[in-house]
């Protein structure tokens, strides 16, 4: 069974750029979370969505949004960039709501904004 | 507010000696907690869980960690280190509130190094 994939891998973006960045989850999983992971402020939770449905959300301004389709794949959106932007995002997936459920990670998508 | 404190953000232990990553949580009903493992340029693979079952839980690669309610700890212990054990290691909890599934909350890591 094929694991969590993220594209693009690498991004590299200007300030005040828009970015987009997708995630498929592994088949069968319905619900899909993202993650920011930054030297100084760590692993942040950002959204979860289940059945294109955002069920949980974690504190970031409303610049950060996602979406789900209806094959449980997932874009996340970041407008306007800052430079404090700059992060690994990682896509996680799991069967049912995540939480107790194991979620899987992707290898994530690695923003450098300028 | 829910918080996970890992103490030590680097661990250096020789190859074959035992590995002890210390894990904190804090928490007003017992969580589900995770440890997760991160190998450079990659994402983050599970260790092992705890969603109060067994106290001590067994995970991949000779891991294991005991939940210990009144230390209010998840320490990740492996009798002997191999080198191919050098990551960053992540103390995870999920809340349990409702409406908190999925928002893990995970500490700041620890990068086991380990010397041959």
């Known amino acids: 069974k094929a694991g969590v994939t993220q594209t693009p891998r690498y991004l590299i973006k200007t300030r005040g750029q828009q970015v987009t960045l997708s995630c498929s989850p592994i088949s069968g999983h319905r619900s899909v979370s993202w993650y920011q992971q930054t030297p100084g402020q760590g692993l942040q939770f950002l959204f979860e969505?289940?059945?294109?449905?955002?069920?949980n959300k974690g504190n970031f301004p409303g610049r950060f949004s996602g979406r789900q389709f209806s094959n449980s794949r997932s874009e996340m959106n970041v407008s306007t960039l800052e430079l404090g932007d700059s992060a690994l995002y990682l896509c996680?997936?799991?069967?049912?709501?995540?939480?107790?459920?194991?979620?899987?990670f992707g290898p994530g998508t690695r923003l450098t904004v300028l | 507010a829910q918080s996970v404190t890992q103490l030590g953000s680097h661990v250096s232990v020789s190859e074959g000696a035992l590995v002890l990553l210390r894990c904190n949580y804090s928490?007003?009903?017992?969580?589900?907690l995770f440890w997760y493992v991160q190998y450079p340029n990659q994402g983050l693979q599970l260790l092992l869980k705890y969603t109060s079952a067994a106290t001590l839980v067994k995970g991949i690669n000779g891991f294991e960690a005991e939940f210990k309610k009144s230390e209010t700890s998840f320490h990740l212990t492996k009798p002997s280190a191999h080198m191919s054990d050098a990551a960053e290691y992540f103390c995870a909890v999920n809340p349990k509130r409702a409406g908190s599934q999925g928002n893990l909350i995970f500490g700041k890591g620890t990068k086991l190094s380990v010397k041959p």
């Open positions: 969505y289940f059945s294109e449905t955002q069920r």
């Open positions: 996680a997936s799991s069967f049912g709501l995540a939480g107790r459920n194991e979620q899987f």
């Open positions: 928490s007003s009903v017992p969580p589900y």
